[in-house]
């Protein structure tokens, strides 16, 4: 890091996140949303229109912007930077494309030994617009730090063995079982770009990192283990080599909490289907969490929301820290005001 870089000069000193991050309780909750930069704000759709996902990520100047209106309107305690977590994989060389309505798309499956062979190495080069952006955004960030965030292994190669998103990614497992050795070589090709792109976003100025898997939670606990969780390891070790904070989330993990903590993480994401309670209890009691406000509850009227959060931040007192999330990322039809009540909210608690 150069002594430029946030944590270095000492702007994001007093950061409540931060603090919670390190597993203490500073005296205001913090609270910040996966998916908050874009998707549910009228300002993003504006700024972005005509313009292509992947192309927006990629140009310094709108990311940056995107980056910084959830901040500007909700006052929430740490901006995410916007991007997807394709990108890396886009950079590389693949031909990837965001699909409205649907995500991320390849042009050609990757399904067996040849094809993972032919994958092309990331050029550190080819992430300068993301180091690019991250630097614009914290330039104008001040005492709240970024998040930089990355695909965990095993997300990304669902979307490279199935072509697209899948629930219940069949093909990958399948992949995972009949030809392990092709599996594992795709893993660590995907570890080492999404690990690089996380690395690229903190050497530049995030303040902190999340690992996201958005698809672990098809995986068995033993299938989890023998055949993820080095690969995951591996791109958390990236960002940990640079002393930063790392969040590790996943959707549906509830049974792989102990084991995807165990690979390195600072502070553990827990989705909505799990209280934080018993989170807490089956990570022993002594790792700060992060979560987990049912989205849905977003639509609800204000009374039911409010009890919600409350019982949230409730349950999140068995840990020895908690940052306030959604168990999921903001919904596209989610009624911005709603969100900067609820940061309102959990600032008065």
């Given at each position: ?7 270095r000069?000492g702007?994001v ?24 930069a874009?998707?549910?704000l009228?300002?993003?759709?504006e ?20 980056t910084?209106?959830p901040v500007r309107?909700?006052g ?20 990837v ?12 499956p990757?399904r ?6 032919a994958?092309?190495?990331l ?8 180091r690019?952006a ?7 960030l ?8 990355a ?6 190669a669902s ?9 219940e ?20 090709w ?13 050497e ?12 672990a ?5 033993r ?10 390891a ?8 640079l ?12 049974e792989?909490?102990?084991t995807?903590?165990?690979?390195g ?18 990570l ?7 979560g987990?406000i ?15 959060a409350?019982?949230v931040?409730e349950?999140g ?12 990322g903001?919904?596209p039809?989610?009624?911005?005001t709603?969100l900067?009540?609820l940061?309102e ?5």
């Amino acid at each position: 890091m150069s002594d430029s870089h946030p944590l270095r000069d000492g702007r994001v000193a007093g950061s409540p996140l931060l603090e919670a991050l390190r597993g203490n309780r500073p005296a205001t909750l913090p609270v910040w949303f996966m998916r908050q930069a874009g998707r549910s704000l009228p300002e993003y759709r504006e700024l972005r229109m005509g313009t292509d996902m992947l192309d927006a990520c990629l140009t310094p100047d709108m990311a940056a912007e995107i980056t910084l209106q959830p901040v500007r309107r909700h006052g929430v305690d740490a901006a995410v930077f916007f991007s997807d977590i394709v990108i890396p994989v886009r950079q590389a060389g693949v031909d990837v494309t965001i699909v409205p309505g649907r995500g991320p798309v390849l042009a050609e499956p990757v399904r067996d030994a040849a094809a993972v062979a032919a994958l092309p190495e990331l050029d550190p080069a080819a992430l300068q617009p993301v180091r690019d952006a991250v630097a614009l955004t914290v330039a104008s960030l001040g005492a709240t730090p970024l998040i930089g965030f990355a695909g965990a292994p095993y997300t990304l190669a669902s979307y490279l063995v199935e072509g697209g998103p899948s629930k219940e990614q069949l093909r990958t497992r399948a992949l995972m079982h009949s030809d392990p050795d092709t599996w594992a070589a795709l893993l660590a090709w995907c570890a080492r770009i999404t690990g690089a792109f996380l690395a690229a976003q903190i050497e530049a100025g995030a303040s902190a990192g999340q690992l996201f898997d958005s698809w672990a939670g098809s995986l068995s606990v033993r299938d989890y283990t023998e055949h993820v969780v080095r690969h995951s390891a591996d791109a958390i070790a990236h960002a940990k080599a640079l002393g930063v904070p790392i969040v590790h989330f996943g959707v549906g993990t509830g049974e792989l909490l102990p084991t995807m903590h165990g690979i390195g993480a600072d502070v553990m994401g827990v989705d909505w289907r799990l209280p934080l309670d018993e989170a807490s209890r089956r990570l022993g009691g002594g790792v700060p969490l992060q979560g987990n406000i049912d989205p849905a509850l977003l639509f609800a009227p204000w009374s039911v929301l409010e009890a919600h959060a409350r019982e949230v931040v409730e349950r999140g007192k068995t840990a020895p820290a908690h940052i306030v999330n959604l168990g999921h990322g903001v919904p596209p039809e989610t009624d911005p005001t709603v969100l900067t009540r609820l940061v309102e909210l959990v600032h008065s608690l």
